[in-house]
């Protein structure tokens, strides 16, 4: 039934550094199925692949690498596992792994170009602002022609276009437009609903687009709206089991409600909130920021 079972099993199992008996254990099958599986002798079936890719943290309803040759397959992980890193922004490992991912790739698909294109501009810390928005908007044109940035919402955005249209209203805030850069979170997240993306790539990039929407908003003075979206932020990352940004989103709340001149009994609850659940995530940056604000502001020890 699956074409790239056995490869996709050992991989996975590699990935994880598991022996067969401890992955078998894991899938709740025998060492000697599991070695079947592994030398093309016994399928693998559908929700041991579900099983399996829930295990390294893989996108479940994507079915693609069930068909897949080996070379093929490789390539896959590949790509998923340098998507993975450049969403969580650790840009090193990305600067490290792109070379070798451009070596072993074979494909001339749009889709790929697109995004090794996109993330070189992404990652490149010295291009000034101006030129990379203009190379981004350059890049979303190669899958979106005659792109109009101020009709958005027509638009049904892949992962990747999602992605660069992010890119462009993160260089705009640095650059200082604020208004423009808000414009686009904002169009963004109201194309939400129409967005061609998986349920993974939602949880992973509309949290931190309104995050980022509401850090701008804070900076324009727009406190009152800055707020709204760092409680829908945080609504999303629940609803969508993300808690990854939620020590930021508190923390964000905290720090726009302390510019609007709140009381302090106010916004030290939210200051508390982001400290302990950044504890707990060991995020010790946030944990830090709070602790030497806490001294600055006057709070007792958390």
């Not at 041991?48 to 040759?69: K, Q, V």
């Not at 950044?278 to 030497?292: F, G, L, T």
Request: proline share 2%; charged share 30%.
């Amino acid at each position: 039934m699956i074409r790239a079972g056995n490869e996709l099993l050992k991989i996975a199992r590699k990935e994880l550094k598991l022996s067969q008996t401890d992955m078998g254990e894991r899938l709740h099958m025998t060492q000697r199925t599991l070695s079947r599986i592994e030398t093309g002798d016994r399928d693998l079936r559908v929700f041991e692949y579900f099983t399996l890719m829930g295990m390294i943290g893989r996108p479940t309803d994507d079915l693609s690498p069930l068909f897949l040759e080996t070379k093929e397959l490789r390539n896959y992980n590949a790509f998923l596992e340098l998507r993975g890193l450049l969403r969580d922004n650790m840009l090193s490992e990305v600067r490290q792994r792109l070379p070798e991912f451009e070596k072993i790739l074979t494909s001339n698909q749009t889709f790929i170009r697109q995004f090794i294109i996109f993330t070189k501009i992404y990652i490149d810390g010295e291009m000034p602002h101006q030129e990379a928005i203009d190379k981004l908007y350059e890049t979303l044109e190669m899958s979106v022609i005659n792109f109009d940035k101020n009709n958005i919402s027509k638009y049904r955005f892949t992962y990747n276009e999602i992605y660069i249209v992010f890119a462009i209203a993160m260089r705009l805030e640095k650059l200082g437009d604020l208004d423009n850069a808000a414009s686009l979170y904002k169009a963004l997240i109201e194309s939400r609903g129409s967005a061609a993306a998986t349920k993974e790539d939602m949880s992973a990039l509309y949290p931190s687009i309104m995050f980022n929407l509401s850090n701008v908003l804070g900076k324009a003075k727009r406190y009152h709206e800055a707020l709204e979206y760092c409680e829908s932020a945080r609504r999303l990352c629940v609803e969508l089991k993300n808690s990854r940004l939620l020590p930021h989103i508190l923390y964000n709340t905290a720090w726009i409600q302390r510019l609007m001149g709140e009381e302090k009994r106010i916004y030290r609850t939210y200051y508390n909130r982001a400290y302990h659940v950044a504890y707990a995530m060991d995020n010790k940056e946030i944990v830090d920021i709070i602790k030497k604000e806490a001294e600055e502001f006057g709070f007792s020890e958390f």
